[in-house]
């Protein structure tokens, strides 16, 4: 995981794509870009990924689908865990204020009491 946090922009544009598609072929992620590089550089990209251990590929044919080697789930916790611990102190509170207010508009009735069942169930669980 300390990898996926170093990455270059468009290391992540690439990762996003794939972890949205679920697997990829170079041609695919290709595709999906904003602004493109080439195709080989795309395709060098990816084989850095694989390197950093952020990818991993199967054989499809005459070609490669990569596919993420961490599931999106614990690389948006770790990166999470990351951010609150570097810029809020470990506060939870101060993170969660911080959202609220920099987000356009306001919750939904549905997010709210969302929101409401998540703090009451860590509340239960003593965290």
Do not use: C, W
């Amino acid at each position: 995981m300390t990898a996926l946090n170093r990455l270059s922009r468009r290391e992540r544009q690439i990762m996003d794509a794939i972890y949205e598609m679920g697997s990829a072929t170079v041609q695919e992620v290709l595709d999906h870009l904003d602004d493109p590089p080439s195709y080989s550089a795309v395709r060098a990209l990816m084989r850095i990924l694989e390197e950093k251990g952020a990818l991993t590929h199967r054989q499809d044919g005459p070609r490669y689908m990569y596919l993420p080697t961490t599931p999106r789930e614990e690389v948006r916790r770790s990166a999470l865990n990351h951010l609150v611990s570097t810029f809020f102190d470990g506060s939870m509170a101060d993170t969660v204020a911080t959202l609220l207010d920099i987000r356009d508009g306001e919750l939904s009735e549905e997010e709210f009491l969302h929101l409401q069942q998540l703090i009451d169930r860590a509340k239960k669980e003593g965290r």
